[in-house]
């Protein structure tokens, strides 16, 4: 069974980080295009960053420069260290894993993921 599993969330200050993780199991990650999205209360599942299986990358704008999207294919893991922190990132961030094409890039939007995982709460408070 295809499933995926994010860690890593919890509540930090305002400036600090968090890295988040999705692991796999089932399939071999390295094999999917693997996207990172976030949906805050009352609004629409953004996407925030996504890998492409060459490890190309894309950002929304908003978090450029302060969040980094890798693989550890070695670990069947993606991870998305997010650095300096605003309240304006707070949400529940879910990882999408969806096969494609090895020079595609990753889609962008959620509605071209296959798989999901249930999702991590990140919290940015003082």
């Known amino acids: 069974q295809l499933q995926l599993v994010e860690s890593g969330g919890g509540l930090v200050q305002p400036g600090g980080s968090l890295r988040l993780s999705c692991a796999a199991s089932?399939?071999?990650?390295?094999?999917?295009?693997i996207g990172w999205f976030r949906q805050a209360p009352g609004k629409e599942r953004e996407g925030v960053s996504c890998?492409?299986?060459?490890?190309?990358?894309n950002y929304v704008d908003s978090v450029k420069g302060r969040f980094l999207i890798s693989r550890d294919n070695a670990k069947n893991m993606v991870h998305l260290q997010m650095s300096s922190l605003k309240p304006e990132d707070a949400a529940i961030y879910y990882c999408?894993?969806?096969?494609?094409?090895?020079?595609?890039?990753?889609?962008?939007?959620?509605?071209?993921?296959?798989?999901w995982g249930q999702g991590t709460q990140v919290t940015v408070s003082s």
């Open positions: 999408a894993a969806v096969a494609y094409g090895y020079i595609s890039g990753c889609p962008p939007a959620a509605n071209g993921y296959r798989y």
């Open positions: 089932g399939f071999i990650l390295g094999s999917y295009a």
């Open positions: 890998i492409g299986r060459s490890g190309s990358t």
